[in-house]
């Protein structure tokens, strides 16, 4: 193929530059973005709820151990069940 005169190459380049342009300005931007699945939520709940949990004082159950073994322990029902109440309600709000 022969191309005649220097204003052919131009036009050439020209329709390059213009399709360049064309398919730059269609490439569209996208934001990252991340989603974390139902059972990563509840696996930080449960961490951050046993963050708040109070350390194991080993010698108080020792003698509650003790105490069960020699039949001695009792539960106080409305002290539990009171307990049990307030427990729920500060768990649910």
């Known amino acids: 193929m022969k191309i005649n ?3 052919n190459i131009h036009k050439v380049m020209n329709a390059y530059k213009t399709n360049k342009t064309q398919n730059v300005n269609k490439v569209s931007l996208t934001e990252d973005k991340i ?3 139902q ?3 509840d696996y930080k709940f449960a961490m951050d709820a046993l963050k708040n949990v109070e350390e194991i004082r080993q010698n108080k159950v020792n003698d509650i151990k003790i ?4 039949g001695t322990y009792t539960i106080d029902k409305h002290k539990l069940a009171k307990s049990m109440i ?3 309600l ?3 709000s």
Do not use: L, P, T, V
């Open 90 to 92: 500060n768990w649910r």
């Open 35 to 37: 989603e974390i699945s």
């Open 86 to 88: 307030q427990e729920d």
């Open 5 to 7: 005169g220097i204003s």
């Open 67 to 70: 105490r069960i073994e020699n």
């Open 39 to 41: 059972k990563g939520k």
